[in-house]
């Protein structure tokens, strides 16, 4: 079983900074890409950052220049700093692993999930 459990949500002005963390436990042989996604009601889930296990790192357009995405592979955990928060940014965040069980079984996994909320 692998679990992904997310931190750092919560309420924060327009302009603002929230870091968010995610950490893996479980049977963990490796893992891959590790990523935040994000969705806001009525929209579907929404890439916002992926990193590799080399440290590529991928953003989606409307987050280049306010969020940076990292990971401690020792730790098996994947970070997200989010500065110039808009209101726009308002949504659920959801971490995502591609993560291998053993050498011959990989899955990806998510968690369940953290609230951002930005006021205007």
């Known amino acids: 079983q692998v679990q992904l459990v997310e931190s750092g949500g919560g309420l924060v002005q327009a302009g603002g900074s929230l870091r968010l963390s995610c950490a893996a436990s479980?049977?963990?042989?490796?893992?891959?890409?590790m990523g935040w996604y994000r969705q806001a009601p009525g929209k579907q889930r929404e890439l916002v950052a992926t990193?590799?296990?080399?440290?590529?790192?991928n953003y989606a357009d409307s987050v280049k220049g306010r969020f940076t995405i990292s990971r401690d592979n020792a730790k098996n955990a994947v970070y997200l700093q989010m500065n110039s928060l808009e209101p726009e940014d308002t949504a659920v965040y959801y971490c995502?692993?591609?993560?291998?069980?053993?050498?011959?079984?990989?899955?990806?996994?998510w968690g369940q999930g953290t609230q951002v909320t930005v006021s205007s």
């Open positions: 479980g049977s963990i042989f490796s893992i891959n890409s």
């Open positions: 990193i590799t296990s080399s440290g590529n790192t």
């Open positions: 995502n692993g591609l993560i291998q069980r053993s050498m011959f079984f990989g899955a990806n996994y």
